[in-house]
């Protein structure tokens, strides 16, 4: 398997230094390529995965509930697109929020309304860690992949971490995504960043594949990876903050999906084009942050579709993502337990 998140990294090392115009969500994707001498390709941006047992920290870490996971998306799964049905929207999360003791509040910008709540930790020296997700869709698309595996998971987030850690938990939940960005451009620039430690931005979470040629790749990739079924997580994050990356390695649990981290420079010719997703605008205002995603259009079919509906969620996959966020999660909050 070692090999395997290997050939993942180089492939996405190589597809974020080549391709022009790069968005997680929009490029149109072609089965895989011709295959070339690998070995010759840099590296110097991959990040281990593979961390010593003695060095994971003893974090107890809360278990997600599936059930409730599925509930909430099934709940979630309608069209998020107008005024209306966002407002719709929002009051499901408020309530759900709510009735796991949180208090959220509605954060109106000129177009749309972000939701925000905020668990303070014991430590005032640990500071804010936030994890976040948009809850729009596009038209006519219930989006049960895009973004409510996402919120739902956001929302079992909040169940789970009820009982304060030493740094603060910040739950938000980005309106009009799909338009922009609108709604964390908003949010981040109004971030208080003396606290804020991080942002993790869930992207897509529930769509797995196992049979060959499933996992797809833009033409312009170089290498062959050696598996083309998309079965792992991808964590993306910036060089200046890897430990949010590195949060995301130290799961000894059994059964969880394949996680693939990768740390960029934020400096030269990536940059534009890696600013086009809800970690991007943390980015731009120099807060460090973390997409955690399945890959979007390149693996899943029904992005952007009518047919992006609860039944094509894979339903181990997405529980196993969302208890590799919870334990991330942990080890962030707790920033000074013992290794």
Same mark, same amino acid.
């Given at each position: 398997?070692?090999? =395997?998140?290997?050939?993942?990294?180089?492939?996405?090392?190589?597809?974020?230094? =080549?391709?022009?115009?790069?968005?997680?969500?929009?490029?149109?994707?072609?089965?895989?390529?011709?295959? =070339?001498?690998?070995?010759?390709?840099?590296?110097?941006?991959?990040?281990?995965?593979?961390?010593?047992?003695?060095?994971?920290?003893?974090?107890?870490?809360?278990?997600?509930?599936?059930?409730?996971?599925?509930?909430?998306?099934?709940?979630?799964?309608?069209?998020?697109?107008?005024?209306?049905?966002?407002?719709?929207?929002?009051?499901?999360?408020?309530?759900?929020?709510?009735?796991?003791?949180?208090?959220?509040?509605?954060?109106?910008?000129?177009?749309?309304?972000? &939701?925000?709540?905020?668990?303070?930790?014991?430590?005032?020296?640990?500071?804010?860690?936030?994890?976040?997700?948009?809850?729009?869709? =596009?038209?006519?698309?219930?989006?049960?992949?895009?973004?409510?595996?996402?919120?739902?998971?956001?929302?079992?987030?909040?169940?789970?971490?009820?009982?304060?850690?030493?740094?603060?938990?910040?739950?938000?939940?980005?309106?009009?995504?799909?338009?922009?960005?609108?709604?964390?451009?908003?949010?981040?620039?109004?971030?208080?960043?003396?606290?804020?430690?991080?942002?993790?931005?869930?992207?897509?979470?529930?769509?797995?594949?196992?049979?060959?040629?499933?996992?797809?790749?833009?033409?312009?990739?170089?290498?062959?990876?050696?598996?083309?079924?998309?079965?792992?997580?991808?964590?993306?994050?910036?060089?200046?903050?890897?430990?949010?990356?590195?949060?995301?390695?130290?799961?000894?649990?059994?059964?969880?999906?394949?996680?693939?981290? &990768?740390?960029?420079?934020?400096?030269?010719?990536?940059?534009?084009?890696?600013?086009?997703?809800?970690?991007?605008?943390?980015?731009?205002?120099?807060?460090?942050?973390?997409?955690?995603?399945?890959?979007?259009?390149?693996?899943?079919?029904?992005?952007?579709?009518?047919?992006?509906?609860?039944?094509?969620?894979?339903?181990?996959?997405?529980?196993?993502?969302?208890?590799?966020?919870?334990?991330?999660?942990?080890?962030?909050?707790?920033?000074?337990?013992?290794?």
């Amino acid at each position: 398997m070692r090999n =395997v998140r290997n050939w993942l990294a180089l492939f996405l090392i190589t597809l974020l230094g =080549v391709l022009i115009g790069w968005h997680w969500q929009w490029f149109s994707s072609l089965p895989l390529g011709t295959e =070339v001498d690998w070995r010759s390709l840099s590296s110097d941006f991959l990040q281990e995965t593979d961390v010593p047992l003695n060095a994971r920290r003893a974090i107890e870490t809360p278990t997600i509930n599936s059930d409730r996971l599925f509930a909430d998306l099934q709940s979630l799964s309608v069209p998020r697109f107008t005024e209306a049905d966002r407002a719709n929207t929002r009051a499901y999360l408020v309530q759900s929020l709510q009735a796991a003791g949180w208090q959220p509040e509605t954060l109106s910008y000129d177009t749309g309304v972000n &939701l925000v709540a905020t668990r303070l930790g014991t430590d005032p020296t640990a500071g804010t860690i936030l994890v976040g997700a948009h809850y729009d869709t =596009v038209a006519r698309s219930p989006g049960a992949d895009d973004n409510a595996t996402a919120v739902a998971a956001v929302l079992e987030i909040a169940r789970v971490f009820q009982t304060p850690t030493p740094a603060t938990l910040q739950i938000a939940l980005f309106d009009q995504e799909e338009v922009g960005l609108l709604g964390s451009v908003d949010f981040s620039r109004h971030a208080l960043r003396e606290d804020l430690r991080g942002a993790v931005i869930l992207e897509m979470l529930g769509y797995a594949c196992y049979r060959e040629g499933c996992q797809s790749y833009p033409a312009v990739l170089p290498i062959t990876p050696p598996t083309n079924r998309g079965d792992f997580l991808a964590v993306i994050g910036d060089q200046g903050h890897t430990f949010l990356i590195d949060s995301f390695t130290r799961s000894t649990q059994a059964d969880l999906p394949q996680v693939l981290t &990768l740390a960029i420079p934020l400096l030269g010719p990536l940059t534009p084009d890696l600013l086009r997703s809800d970690h991007a605008p943390f980015w731009q205002e120099g807060i460090g942050a973390v997409m955690v995603t399945d890959t979007a259009n390149f693996r899943n079919p029904h992005y952007h579709e009518s047919t992006d509906t609860p039944e094509t969620i894979d339903r181990p996959f997405f529980s196993g993502s969302v208890q590799l966020v919870a334990n991330a999660l942990a080890e962030l909050l707790n920033p000074n337990s013992p290794s």
